[in-house]
């Protein structure tokens, strides 16, 4: 069974940063994806296992950042130059598999956190 533990979310001003962590029980591909009010849930930015690749959509690409810290299986989300359309509950998600690739697609993970409180206020 794979858990999931995500911390950093909270209250920031627009062009602020914020940094989610999500810290995993084993190493896997990762995911981190937003729910906005009265919005689906959307692909934000992933990384494979091993943390040699990475994929973005477009509308975070050059503000935010997806690394991992494999030695305590743990994922982080670096985000800059926040803005109110951020706004969201952020998840983080495990794939809980090693394979190559880099996944964007919610049916890749199976396994996902309780989800943070993203709020950029204007």
């Known amino acids: 069974q794979v858990t999931l533990v995500e911390s950093g979310g909270g209250l920031v001003q627009a062009g602020g940063s914020l940094r989610l962590s999500c810290e995993a029980s084993g190493r896997y591909g990762m995911g981190w994806f937003r729910q906005a009010p009265g919005k689906e849930r959307e692909f934000v930015a992933a990384?494979?296992?091993?943390?040699?690749?990475?994929y973005y959509t477009d509308s975070v690409k050059g503000r935010f950042t997806i690394s991992r810290d494999n030695a305590k299986n743990t994922a982080y989300l670096q985000m800059t130059s926040l803005k109110p359309d951020d706004t969201a509950v952020y998840f983080c998600?495990?794939?809980?598999?090693?394979?190559?690739?880099?996944?964007?697609?919610?049916?890749?993970?199976?396994?996902w956190g309780q989800g943070t409180q993203v709020t950029v206020s204007s």
């Open positions: 990384i494979n296992w091993h943390g040699g690749n990475t």
């Open positions: 998600a495990a794939t809980g598999d090693r394979r190559w690739g880099v996944r964007v697609g919610i049916v890749d993970y199976g396994y």
